[in-house]
């Protein structure tokens, strides 16, 4: 159930989602377009008010997807990001210009560092170019947000002129980053509060703070600021994003929510769904939850010593001021077997949080029969793998077509590989290798003759039991870039082959060799978000 008001006249707190454009700058965590369009869904169930779905401009394939959402996704505000200039204003316009609700959202630097170091300009020049792609951006749409990039490295003096002026120009929403984790919760709070009350026409818009987590202040800085009267508070899920991350969804949600003694606000969200989201957004990046990880970590609700659970036992308050029914953390355990049926699959499906098109259903119901001859029972975590794997494997430029290896006490592990490109044309090699996953890597790499390299490789049981599926991530890299893969299979070779080629998909897809071109983050330094 949504939040509903508690008190009197409480304020809402708008919930900005950057999971899609700052969280996908986390490196390795580049989503494809079905993957992003799984997040943005759940997003919106989820109940956040403004989905940051990308960043345009940075290539046609992130364009695309961007675009998608917007066609989608209809509740939230669908936002695209763009660098004060007319192309990269086009470029989000063209991607969001569907949606119910679109918004864009222009930067550019506003502390001396950033001006002088990277765009070497005068503050005058970058205070006229500011303005006008405000006025530029309004062309579009009236919801135009304006974030000073670096704003809590800059001359307070300057931000009052800049900020009074591209309000001036139409700014509906005035974003304040602490784009390098620089500040500290007094002095953040404190400077929302002079903003607030210097700046001429601040009283107009919204105003919204936006913390990355360098010194881990980056939840607490945000919190500040809304004690002092931001009223939009950008976040990620998973508090994933550039560097050591921005501030997490699920934590200012849950703060905002125990203490409302503290903080009498509400917001729109539907709490049940974080963990949700929480577990969908680190399987599709990759990115694992570490398990003390406030709100959503496995041991955030778990307790240890005997003191503890004798407590906890005795009254659950004693030990415990979140319920994990809260933000849905106890999801009722259902099995499935190979006699369930379509209609069963595909609420299961549903309950955990996925809206697949009838071919997909069908593509899923085949697998899971599959599975399901070979496991006596499904659980929820398998099924999700299942649908996972499938949206991982969207248009990859190399599938597997036949794997088979040997290895044993006596034998040189071997393995022959056959894979599909795209155009159909198949590819075959044998290779040997320290292990037969080794030796299957080793095949993979004379088909593509792609000199990859295995950074870490982690396999883990889905479920429990000797037939579990088997999970594997992996991180490759090639040249200066690196990424995550992952892939399941009862049969951890398979799953192993699986992995690599998911993570060799999307690196090839990140070097344009697949459409999209320009990776975000991978620029130089102007380009970044
Ligand atoms: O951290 C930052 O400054 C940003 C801006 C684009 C808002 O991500
Ligand atoms: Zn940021």
Known sequence: MAEKEQTAAPEKIFIFDSTLRDGEQTPGARLNRDEKLEVAR??????VDIIEAGFPVSSPGELQAVREIARRVREPVICGLARAVPGDIDAAWEAIREAERPRLHVFLGASDIHMRFKHRKEPHELLYQAVEAVKYARRYTPDVEYSPEDATRAREEYLYELLAAVIKAGASVINIPDTVGYAVPAEFGALIRRLREKVPGMERVI???HCHDDLGLAVANSLAAVENGARQVECNINGIGERAGNAALEEIAVALR?????????????FEEIYRTSRLVSKLTGIPIPVNKAVIGINAFAHSSGIHQDGVLKHKETYEIIDAALIGGKAAQMLLTARSGRHAV???????????????????YTRFLDLADKKKEVYPEDLEALVLDHLSAAEPTYRLDYLQTVSGSKTIPAAVIRLRKKDDAVIEAVAV????????YNAINKITGLNISLENFELSAVTHGRDALGEVKVKISHETKSITGRGTSTDIIEASVKAYLNGLNKLLRLNGNSGDTAPLGHGNGDSQA
Not at 42 to 47: F, I, N, P, W, Y
Not at 433 to 440: E, M, Q, S, V
């Open 42 to 47: 759940q997003l919106a169930r989820l109940g």
């Open 207 to 209: 105003l919204s703070v």
């Open 258 to 270: 125990i203490r409302r003694d503290s903080y009498p606000y509400f917001t729109g969200l539907n």
């Open 346 to 364: 595909k609420h299961h499906l549903q309950q955990l949080g996925f809206t697949l098109d009838e071919t997909q259903l069908e593509t899923l």
């Open 433 to 440: 290798g320290a292990g037969p996953i080794d030796a299957a």
